[in-house]
């Protein structure tokens, strides 16, 4: 009973006669929805203002020349969204399934009870997570030969699939962190009733646990998604057709005219923002539906 | 070997603590088949810890327990072969909130005992005719009241054929007048023979039903009896300040 007292002074009660109310612990932070939050506080007004503001500019800057430049930005747009922005959208598609299918299974080693296979998951996150997207572009761009032997048949990597693998390593490493906020976001009670009932922990985990939390993690799933697609440029520096060396090669095409940079890069500011605007008022929309709901 | 005249769960001298405090102090009891047995004492006093330590959810440092003979806490033992005789029921219901009761009940039978689903159905549709809720197959969780989900969620125990029942303060969180129906099922089933093992509040429910009761503090028993001896004539004075305040 002493020692009960002499801890009750210290100001910390360690045992209570009395229903003890436990610290409430708010549900693990879920990532922030970082870019799909800022993208989707854009008006619509800022964004026509925007388009107002940029031909007026390019207008002080001589009426001719831009009159021209438009027109040679017309003839080329045709062949840059599809050969371009397309092939971008199909590496942030590719990456991003890859990317969630490693996430899933990284998620579940920061879940494991085996601590060594926790420890590797966590590190890896942590890696891959703070790693720059372009070092990693390059790693394995360097590290992966240009062509696989799989069971005697030649199988071509071309530059483009690197970009594919390298893009998805930090998303992958994004997700896993989603995956764990989502699985932890589930009460304990219900891994309780599941073990009372018998439920293996892999059973409780892919039909109990998962399938709530599954609507959880689609919003910052889709702003990691909004992200890569904003990151997919960085692979024109490994050499591969996108869009932005595409522009490039189309201005060059065109003599490199000085006039032509506003229009070409505006071109395709406004092309990425009509697919990444209405992914990210979708993502804030579905965030407020399910906040509040399991 | 264990046979049903010895004690279905026996515990001998069980201690558990959470860091430096103690929880239980040395538990022992035998409870026999068919028996019911409340656990009743105030907050704190480790009935909750006693009663999840017998399907291995708690740990324990010192001590035995045994259910059908077999030692609960030994390491070799797949819990999981447990914990299909033991089925357990909590005081926040823990149903599985994105299926319907329905698939609550078959879930653990097809998925766990890889039992045919057309038998499990039937078994299920059966169990709920038994806690009175037909025509609620098909409602989700949070369409129940709290006192629905409760049966459910004996309904969901039961469905895995258990031989011991354990309840946790299952009637603490739920309304005056729903308590009552959650307590008739459990005295049904007490009635049909199921060893019951309960941490309750209901005074009145043990006095009724209760084979034995034991009364809890600070992680000992204090008193064990039969109700009338507990109720009316209670020896130990801690027993009596308890009985006198809730009573």
Same mark, same amino acid.
């Given at each position: 009973?002493?020692?009960?007292?002499?801890?009750?002074?210290?100001?910390?009660?360690?045992?209570?006669?009395?229903?003890?109310?436990?610290?409430?612990?708010?549900?693990?932070?879920?990532?922030?929805?970082?870019?799909?939050?800022?993208?989707?506080?854009?008006?619509?007004?800022?964004?026509?203002?925007?388009?107002?503001?940029?031909?007026?500019?390019?207008?002080?800057?001589?009426?001719?020349?831009?009159?021209?430049?438009?027109?040679?930005?017309?003839?080329?747009?045709?062949?840059?969204?599809?050969?371009?922005?397309?092939?971008?959208?199909?590496?942030?598609?590719?990456?991003?399934?890859?990317?969630?299918?490693?996430?899933?299974?990284?998620?579940?080693?920061? /879940?494991?009870?085996?601590?060594?296979?926790?420890?590797?998951?966590?590190?890896?996150?942590?890696?891959?997570?703070?790693?720059?997207?372009?070092?990693?572009?390059?790693?394995?761009?360097?590290?992966?030969?240009?062509?696989?032997? /799989?069971?005697?048949?030649?199988?071509?990597?071309?530059?483009?699939?690197?970009?594919?693998?390298?893009?998805?390593?930090?998303?992958?490493?994004? /997700?896993?962190?989603?995956?764990?906020?989502?699985?932890?976001?589930?009460?304990?009670?219900?891994?309780?009733?599941?073990?009372?009932?018998?439920?293996?922990?892999?059973?409780?985990?892919?039909?109990?646990?998962?399938?709530?939390?599954?609507?959880?993690?689609?919003?910052?799933?889709?702003?990691?998604?909004?992200?890569?697609?904003?990151?997919?440029?960085?692979?024109?520096?490994?050499?591969?057709?996108?869009?932005?060396?595409?522009?490039?090669?189309?201005?060059?095409?065109?003599?490199?005219?000085?006039?032509?940079?506003?229009?070409?890069?505006?071109?395709?500011?406004?092309?990425?923002?009509?697919?990444?605007?209405?992914?990210?008022?979708?993502?804030?929309?579905?965030?407020?539906?399910?906040?509040?709901?399991? | 070997?264990?046979?049903?005249?010895?004690?279905?769960?026996?515990?001998?001298?069980?201690?558990?603590?959470?860091?430096?405090?103690?929880?239980?102090?040395?538990?022992?009891?035998?409870?026999?088949?068919?028996?019911?047995?409340?656990?009743?004492?105030?907050?704190?006093?480790?009935?909750?810890?006693?009663?999840?330590?017998?399907?291995?959810?708690?740990?324990?440092? *010192?001590?035995?327990?045994?259910?059908?003979?077999?030692?609960?806490?030994?390491?070799?033992?797949?819990?999981?072969?447990?914990?299909?005789?033991?089925?357990?029921?909590?005081?926040?219901?823990?149903?599985?909130?994105? *299926?319907?009761?329905?698939?609550?009940?078959?879930?653990?039978?097809?998925?766990?005992?890889?039992?045919?689903?057309?038998?499990?159905?039937?078994?299920?549709?059966?169990?709920? *005719?038994?806690?009175?809720?037909?025509? *609620?197959?098909?409602?989700?969780?949070?369409?129940?009241?709290?006192?629905?989900?409760?049966?459910?969620?004996?309904?969901?125990?039961?469905?895995?054929?258990?031989?011991?029942?354990?309840?946790?303060?299952?009637?603490?969180?739920?309304?005056?007048?729903?308590?009552?129906?959650?307590?008739?099922?459990?005295?049904?089933?007490?009635?049909?023979?199921?060893?019951?093992?309960?941490?309750?509040?209901?005074?009145?429910?043990?006095?009724?039903?209760?084979?034995?009761?034991?009364?809890?503090?600070?992680?000992?028993?204090?008193?064990?009896?039969?109700?009338?001896?507990?109720?009316?004539?209670?020896?130990?004075?801690?027993?009596?300040?308890?009985?006198?305040?809730?009573?």
């Amino acid at each position: 009973m002493a020692s009960d007292i002499d801890k009750r002074g210290q100001g910390y009660p360690r045992r209570s006669d009395m229903a003890v109310l436990l610290p409430l612990r708010p549900a693990p932070q879920m990532d922030s929805l970082s870019l799909t939050t800022w993208l989707a506080k854009i008006r619509w007004w800022q964004v026509m203002l925007l388009m107002l503001v940029w031909p007026l500019h390019a207008f002080a800057q001589g009426a001719v020349t831009v009159d021209s430049a438009v027109a040679v930005l017309y003839k080329w747009a045709p062949f840059l969204l599809l050969h371009g922005f397309l092939f971008n959208v199909l590496i942030s598609i590719l990456s991003m399934a890859l990317g969630t299918g490693l996430g899933v299974l990284l998620g579940l080693t920061l /879940i494991s009870k085996w601590s060594p296979l926790r420890f590797l998951g966590n590190t890896g996150t942590a890696f891959f997570r703070n790693a720059p997207w372009l070092v990693l572009l390059f790693v394995v761009l360097l590290a992966f030969p240009f062509e696989l032997t /799989i069971f005697g048949t030649r199988v071509p990597l071309p530059g483009w699939i690197k970009a594919v693998i390298g893009l998805s390593l930090p998303v992958a490493a994004n /997700i896993a962190i989603i995956v764990r906020g989502a699985i932890q976001s589930v009460p304990s009670a219900q891994w309780e009733a599941a073990e009372s009932l018998s439920f293996s922990r892999m059973q409780t985990l892919w039909q109990i646990i998962i399938p709530q939390c599954i609507k959880r993690m689609i919003p910052p799933w889709m702003n990691w998604y909004a992200i890569l697609t904003m990151a997919t440029p960085l692979c024109s520096i490994l050499g591969t057709e996108e869009m932005v060396t595409l522009t490039r090669q189309a201005m060059e095409a065109e003599g490199n005219k000085p006039e032509l940079l506003m229009p070409f890069y505006g071109f395709i500011l406004v092309l990425f923002f009509l697919y990444c605007y209405p992914i990210a008022k979708l993502t804030v929309r579905l965030e407020r539906k399910f906040a509040f709901k399991l | 070997m264990w046979s049903p005249n010895q004690p279905i769960v026996a515990m001998k001298n069980v201690m558990k603590s959470y860091g430096d405090f103690d929880v239980l102090k040395g538990i022992s009891m035998d409870i026999m088949k068919g028996e019911v047995v409340c656990i009743i004492g105030p907050s704190g006093s480790g009935k909750s810890t006693l009663i999840r330590c017998i399907n291995g959810l708690n740990d324990i440092q *010192k001590g035995s327990i045994t259910v059908e003979g077999q030692e609960v806490h030994d390491p070799k033992l797949d819990k999981r072969l447990l914990r299909r005789k033991v089925g357990m029921v909590f005081q926040q219901y823990n149903l599985f909130p994105h *299926k319907t009761a329905l698939q609550n009940i078959i879930m653990a039978p097809v998925k766990v005992l890889k039992e045919p689903r057309a038998d499990v159905e039937a078994r299920a549709r059966a169990l709920l *005719k038994k806690v009175r809720l037909e025509g *609620k197959e098909n409602s989700y969780p949070g369409e129940l009241s709290g006192g629905q989900q409760q049966r459910v969620a004996i309904a969901r125990s039961l469905a895995m054929r258990p031989d011991i029942m354990l309840f946790d303060e299952v009637t603490a969180a739920l309304d005056p007048e729903t308590v009552k129906e959650v307590l008739v099922t459990i005295k049904e089933l007490a009635a049909d023979g199921m060893t019951c093992i309960l941490v309750t509040h209901e005074m009145g429910f043990a006095k009724e039903v209760a084979d034995k009761v034991y009364f809890t503090d600070r992680g000992l028993i204090v008193e064990e009896g039969h109700p009338s001896e507990i109720f009316s004539n209670p020896k130990d004075p801690r027993t009596k300040a308890f009985l006198s305040q809730v009573l």
